[in-house]
C-alpha cells in the first residue's frame, strides 16, 4: 500500500524551504522575518510527519531585529550538512524600502540542529537568499542573488547569482567572484541553491517574485562556474497556468534524494481563501516527487504545477500518530512551548513564567503599530477554521493601558480584543479596534462593556474563512459576543499595503504607553482547528 503526503506539510507561515538530510533524518529550515527567535527548522524520518525541532537564532548577536521594517528581517535560511555538522547561512535585512536593500548574511554551524550554534560569522552584504554549495573536492562556495540599486537603463535589480568560493578556517570569503548564471527570461532569480549529480552541477532558482508568477529554474553545468543550461522542462515547478490549483504561488526550493534513491523537490506554496484571492496563512511548505529525464528533474505529474497528494517514499510505514496542530498551554513549563514566538526582539524582559506558578506574565510593552518592542507572544495560523483562548488577569489604572488577544498579520493590519480603563466611569472595560492598512476603528463604537475590577476575563476569538468572531466570558463556561463579525481577509499577503511576506498569527499582548510597568497574567492559551 502506497502512503500519501498531503500538501501543505508545513501549515501557515512557513515560507522559503530549504531541506536537507542527516543520518536519515529530514531537516526544513524555513524564513521567520520579524519574528524572534529566528528560523525554524522541522524534522522528519519519513517526509509525511514533521516536528518543530528547533529555532536555532535566539541571541542578538546573531539577529538584531529592533526596528527593522514589517517582512524584513530573517530571510531565506539555506540549512545543509557536510563534514559532521549543520551549516545555516542566513540573510538579516534592515532596510527593505526605495531602491536599496541593506542587509547582512552570515554563516553559522552546530553538530546538531537543536544544539548551540556558532558565534555567526559575516560573510557580505551584496545580496541576500545566501546559500553555501558544498564541492565534492572539499571545497565550499557561498552563492548569492546580486543586488543592483542603480535606476539607469539597463541595469536589472535581481543582477544575477554570484559565486564566490569561502574557507570556513578563515571564516572568509577568497578569491575570485563571479556572475555564473542570470537566469530565464522569467526574471527576478534568487533563493539559488546547488547540488552535484553524475558530474553536473545543477543551479536550483526561484524566479517570478514571490507571487502567483512564482516558479523554480534549473540549469546545469560541468563547471560550477558554469556557463549554465537552463533544463528543457523549465520551469520546474509553477502555479500559473493552473488558477484551480489549491496550492498557488508554488516557486522557491530545492531538492533532497531519500536512501531508496527517491527524490522530492520541497517548495514554497500558498492557498487561497474559499471565496477571496488572499492568503492570510502566508506562504507554506510543500513536497512533490521527482523523475530524473535525460539528466534533468521533472515533477512526477501531468504538468510543471504542484499536486496536492503526492506518493511518500517506499517502506514508509504507517504510523498511528496524528498529525494535529491543535495545542492547550497552561504555562506549567519553565518554557514557553517552541511554536510560540515573539516579535523582533527576545522573549527576556518581556516574560516571566516563574513569578507566578502556571501562569505566564506579560510586561506591558509599545504598541502594536510599533517595529521597536512590542510584548507579543503568539503562535501562527495553520488554518482558517479554528478557535482561540486565553484567561487574563489585568487590572489597568490608564486607557494607555491594554491587555488581550490579538490577531495579527503585521504593524499596520491587526485586530484586537482588550481590557482597559475607562477614566470617565472610573471601570474596567473590554473593548475591540482594528487596523486595517493604518485605517483604524473601534466596531464597538465606543459602546464598552464594562466588567468587575476583581474578575479574571476569559477572551476567544473563532475565525471561519474570512469571518473573525471575537467571544467574552467572565466564568469561563458561559461566553458572550464581543463586537460584530469582522473580515479576517486584511490580515493577508495580498491585502497588506507595501512589503507582506509573513502570514496572520494569533497571541496575547499587553501594551503600557503610560510607562507605568503594568503587566497580565494568563492562565491558558488553546488553540483548535475546526
Known amino acids: 500500500m502506497t502512503i500519501q503526503i498531503q500538501n501543505p506539510i508545513l501549515k501557515g507561515f512557513h515560507p522559503d524551504p530549504c531541506i536537507c538530510k ?44 529592533a526596528g527593522v521594517p514589517d517582512s524584513a528581517g530573517i530571510w531565506a ?3 545543509s550538512f557536510a563534514d559532521g555538522q549543520f551549516w545555516l547561512v542566513y540573510t538579516v535585512v534592515r532596510g527593505i524600502d526605495g531602491i536599496f536593500k541593506d542587509l547582512k548574511n552570515y554563516v553559522t554551524v552546530c553538530k546538531t540542529v537543536d544544539g548551540e550554534w556558532s558565534k555567526p560569522v559575516y560573510i557580505h552584504s551584496s545580496g541576500f537568499d545566501p546559500s553555501l554549495f558544498h564541492d565534492s573536492d572539499g571545497k565550499k562556495y557561498i552563492i548569492n542573488m546580486l543586488w543592483d540599486y542603480r535606476t539607469g537603463k539597463g541595469h536589472v535589480k535581481f543582477n544575477g547569482i554570484l559565486l564566490q568560493e569561502y574557507s570556513h578556517r578563515d571564516e572568509a570569503l577568497v578569491g575570485e567572484r563571479k556572475i555564473v548564471f542570470t537566469g530565464s527570461a522569467t526574471g527576478g ?14 543551479m536550483i532558482a526561484a524566479e517570478g517574485g514571490t507571487g502567483r508568477h512564482h ?11 558554469g556557463p549554465y543550461e537552463i533544463s528543457p522542462f523549465h520551469p520546474l515547478i509553477t502555479s500559473i497556468h493552473d488558477p ?60 510543471n504545477a504542484p499536486l496536492v497528494t503526492i506518493n511518500a517514499p517506499r517502506n514508509t510505514v504507517i504510523s498511528n500518530k496524528e498529525q494535529s496542530n491543535d495545542s492547550e498551554t497552561h504555562f506549567e513549563s519553565p ?21 507566578r506558578k502556571s501562569h505566564l506574565r506579560i510586561f506591558g510593552g509599545e504598541s502594536l503599530t510599533s517595529v521597536f518592542n512590542q510584548s507579543i507572544i503568539a503562535r501562527k495560523w495553520q488554518s482558517v477554521r479554528f478557535s482561540v483562548g486565553t484567561s487574563i488577569e489585568f487590572f489597568p489604572t490608564s486607557y494607555q493601558q491594554m491587555a488581550g488577544l490579538v490577531c495579527y498579520y503585521n504593524t499596520k493590519n491587526w485586530i484586537f480584543a482588550y481590557i482597559s480603563h475607562d477614566e470617565k466611569s472610573d471601570k474596567r472595560v473590554l473593548n475591540v479596534l482594528m487596523n486595517d492598512n493604518m485605517n483604524f476603528c473601534e466596531p464597538l463604537r465606543s459602546c464598552y462593556i464594562y466588567v468587575s475590577d476583581t474578575s479574571v476575563v476569559h477572551i476567544k476569538v473563532e475565525v471561519l474563512q474570512e469571518w473573525l468572531q471575537y467571544y467574552y466570558s467572565l466564568d469561563g463556561k458561559t461566553y458572550y459576543v464581543l463586537g460584530p463579525q469582522l473580515d479576517a481577509s486584511i490580515l493577508s499577503d495580498e491585502h497588506s499595503i507595501g512589503w507582506a511576506y509573513t502570514g496572520a498569527v494569533v497571541g496575547m499582548t499587553v501594551i503600557d504607553l503610560a510607562g507605568n510597568h503594568s503587566y ?11
Open 22 to 65: 542527516a543520518d536519515g533524518v529530514y531537516y526544513i529550515a524555513t524564513s521567520t522575518f520579524e519574528w524572534y527567535p529566528g528560523v525554524q527548522i522541522h524534522k522528519s524520518t519519513d517526509l509525511v510527519h514533521w516536528e518543530l525541532a528547533s529555532c536555532p537564532l535566539t541571541y542578538k548577536e546573531q539577529m538584531d531585529l
Open 77 to 79: 535560511p539555506a540549512l
Open 189 to 202: 532569480t534568487e533563493g539559488a541553491h546547488i547540488m552535484q549529480k553524475d558530474g553536473w552541477y545543477y
Open 215 to 225: 516558479s523554480i529554474v534549473v540549469a546545469r553545468s560541468k563547471d560550477v562556474w
Open 244 to 303: 484551480e490549483n489549491l496550492l498557488r504561488k508554488a516557486g522557491h526550493g530545492n531538492l533532497v534524494e531519500t536512501d531508496q534513491k527517491e527524490w522530492f523537490l520541497v517548495h514554497l506554496c500558498a492557498r487561497y481563501l474559499d471565496n477571496k484571492l488572499v492568503c492570510p496563512l502566508g506562504r507554506e511548505t510543500a513536497l512533490q516527487n521527482i523523475e530524473w529525464v535525460n539528466g534533468w528533474p521533472k515533477l512526477q505529474a501531468p504538468s
Open 335 to 355: 518554557d514557553l512551548p517552541k511554536e510560540f514566538m515573539a516579535l523582533r526582539t527576545p522573549f527576556t524582559n518581556k516574560i516571566s513564567l516563574q513569578t
Open 520 to 530: 497580565a497574567d494568563f492562565d491558558y492559551f488553546t488553540y483548535h482547528e475546526k
